[in-house]
């Protein structure tokens, strides 16, 4: 404390201190709930259930890891020489803590939900290269190289272009079919994605992988969710059954942490309307992940087409099938 300070700066530093010690309490409070929550299910449940450990792993590293944020964020802090500047640079640490430890335990819930319907048993699919043919023609998910799909948000701002190309990659033994996904938001490119796909010989879609990246004003901002199936023991999904069924709970990717997106087919009978046209019979999959765990969106996919349709059930934003095109 800086001797001979005035008593309106005594009360300021007095009220900062206050709103900065509520924030740690909060945080603590919540991490605490987070690991009281995490025993609690350890004690309860069997010491072999794969599925539940994984997801208290998760959460601990999650935990763990928005700790670390905080310290690094305190670090920089420090090195502010304006004292209003430096409180109001430690006050934001502690609240992005806060909503860091919240958003771990929320994904823990989704994963021990999720638990609940993949069974207790860990996920480790057998992926044997001569089971996968060199060609993708699931009716409600199907990818002939060439193929450009482009879809809309209603606002006609954010444009996804989802282009299969004629090129592969081995990933696994596994040849699969690469996909360029780009998105852009006001004519600017926003998001820029390779997604690796191949059909075994039942007629299971499995994705293998993608490498991505987001951008802020033409400069690569993140990489996160880049994976490879067989990378740093990351694992292929499924992204359309062969045969679905109303029900089916499965994951469609699995990199911990990193890249964990679930699906539950809904019904088999949707109806959809968008600029491209009219479907009927449409499969109606919800998808969610821990990642993110207040994000749900549901996929309408027709058949023979492939997906004509997002909506996100948080802000009702819809991105339809505005065109297709084959070269």
Not at 107 to 118: I, W
Not at 128 to 137: G, K, L, S, V
Request: proline share 4%.
């Amino acid at each position: 404390m800086k001797i001979g300070t005035s008593s309106i700066g005594m009360k300021q530093y007095a009220s900062h201190w206050t709103q900065l010690f509520t924030a740690v309490v909060f945080t603590i409070a919540t991490f605490f709930a987070g690991n009281v929550s995490a025993q609690g299910t350890d004690s309860a449940t069997e010491p072999n259930n794969v599925c539940l450990q994984t997801a208290r792993d998760a959460l601990k590293s999650c935990n763990s890891a928005a700790k670390s944020d905080q310290r690094l964020a305190l670090g920089k802090c420090i090195n502010i020489t304006d004292r209003a500047a430096r409180q109001s640079c430690e006050t934001q640490a502690a609240a992005d803590l806060a909503d860091a430890l919240d958003t771990c335990q929320g994904g823990f819930e989704v994963r021990q939900e999720s638990c609940q319907k993949l069974g207790p048993g860990p996920y480790d699919p057998v992926i044997d290269p001569h089971n996968f043919t060199t060609r993708i023609d699931n009716p409600y998910f199907p990818l002939v190289p060439g193929t450009t799909f482009t879809y809309l948000n209603q606002n006609r701002t954010i444009r996804d272009v989802f282009a299969v190309t004629h090129d592969t990659r081995v990933i696994n033994g596994v040849t699969c079919v690469q996909v360029h996904d780009s998105v852009y938001t006001g004519g600017e490119l926003t998001e820029d994605t390779l997604d690796f796909f191949a059909q075994d010989r039942e007629g299971n879609v499995w994705y293998f992988g993608e490498n991505t990246a987001e951008f802020e004003n033409g400069l690569i901002a993140t990489i996160d969710g880049s994976f490879l199936s067989g990378l740093n023991n990351d694992k292929a999904g499924i992204i359309m059954k062969a045969h679905p069924g109303v029900g089916d709970f499965y994951r469609q990717e699995f990199s911990l942490g990193n890249a964990e997106d679930y699906a539950e087919t809904l019904n088999l009978n949707s109806r959809v309307v968008v600029p491209y046209g009219h479907f009927n019979n449409c499969l109606k999959s919800e998808e969610t992940t821990p990642l993110e765990p207040d994000a749900l969106e549901d996929k309408y996919y027709a058949p023979g087409v492939g997906n004509v349709l997002t909506v996100d059930r948080v802000t009702g934003e819809r991105d339809e099938l505005v065109s297709i095109t084959v070269q």
